[in-house]
């Protein structure tokens, strides 16, 4: 499998390395708040701004969090993987 699980800990060390990349940001965010598709969750993939090929974007990392109903703690803890090309 491509992408392989990180800590907390290990996501802030990916993200403050590559902070000082011109191109990284993040490059896809999709939000299910209201649950309509699925549970309550927020995706964000972080990586290089058009540096892929054809001027796509690298994915590099990916956050997701599982929010509970406003005003209350996530319903799970976070996840976080980063994409391991083979």
Request: with cysteine; proline share 7%; hydrophobic share 30%.
């Amino acid at each position: 499998m491509p992408w392989r699980a990180r800590s907390c800990r290990q996501r802030d060390e990916i993200l403050a390395t590559n902070a000082k990349e011109p191109a990284w940001g993040k490059v896809e965010a999709s939000t299910d708040r209201e649950g309509e598709f699925r549970d309550l969750i927020c995706t964000t993939m972080w990586g290089l701004r058009d540096q892929g090929p054809n001027g796509t974007d690298i994915h590099v990392l990916k956050d997701i969090k599982h929010p509970g109903p406003a005003g209350h703690s996530d319903r799970k803890r976070c996840e976080h993987f980063e994409w391991m090309p083979r």
